[in-house]
């Protein structure tokens, strides 16, 4: 069997996340019912999932199998796959790459529009805000994410799996249309990003102190800091390997 490296793009807006799931619409059940028709044969993994309604500039995935993924078989599984799931590129790798577990780092952005400049066009892809944005103060609290961290309290809680997570990049940018929030990591707990983006915007409305939120990175308490951002403005940005 051969191993291949593939990079696909979505529109998560109509899935139920990217992990298959029985009975529900997913990018993965989509993408292997469109690869079931040319062979059954393959095991498939992926860098990470997404949550309901999140996008993918770049998600990767490995698949071994003995079906030879040349142009004819990629342009064909575009073709069925549809407008909202799409296919970057292919290429073969060596045996052992795993998507998943050989993934060094993992980048996503939020992109929000506040109340001085709005465009209902670009709802799907960033979360229409209703008050102001004061970049400055999200900056300032940007940088406390850096490092090595417990955010048991900026994610859905796990008891199985090792809430410790270390960041890499954590700021805030203002682009013509929007604020665009970069986080890279190691890796990601469910929620994570989209709760530390609600932690910033509910620092800006003053909801929540830094202190508390200081205190929650180095003494996590049992409880979640439930400040929580909608789905539509988080996208996966790329897989570093």
Known sequence: MANYKLSISYDGKDFHGFQIQKDKVTIQGEFQKALNIFTDK?????????????????????????????????????????????????????ESFHARYDAKQRTYKYFVSDIKQQYPYLSHQSYLYQKKLDLKKLN??????????????????????????KIF???????????????????????????IVGVHIAYCEDKILYEDIYENLINPKNKRINYIAPPNGLILWNVKY
């Open 42 to 94: 393959y095991t498939l993994n992926y860098a990470g999932r997404t949550d309901a309604g999140v996008h993918a500039k770049e998600q990767v995935l490995s698949i071994q199998t003995e079906l030879i993924f040349d142009d004819k078989i990629i342009n064909s599984l575009n073709k069925i796959l549809g407008p909202r799931i799409s296919i970057n590129y292919v290429k073969a790798i060596k």
């Open 140 to 165: 300032f609290l940007s940088q406390i994410f850096i490092g090595e961290h417990n955010f048991s309290a900026f994610a859905k809680k796990n008891v199985s799996t090792n809430p410790k997570r």
């Open 169 to 195: 990049r954590s700021n805030w940018t203002k682009k013509r249309d929007f604020y665009e929030y970069t986080i890279t990591g190691s890796s990601f707990l469910r929620n994570m990003v989209r709760n």
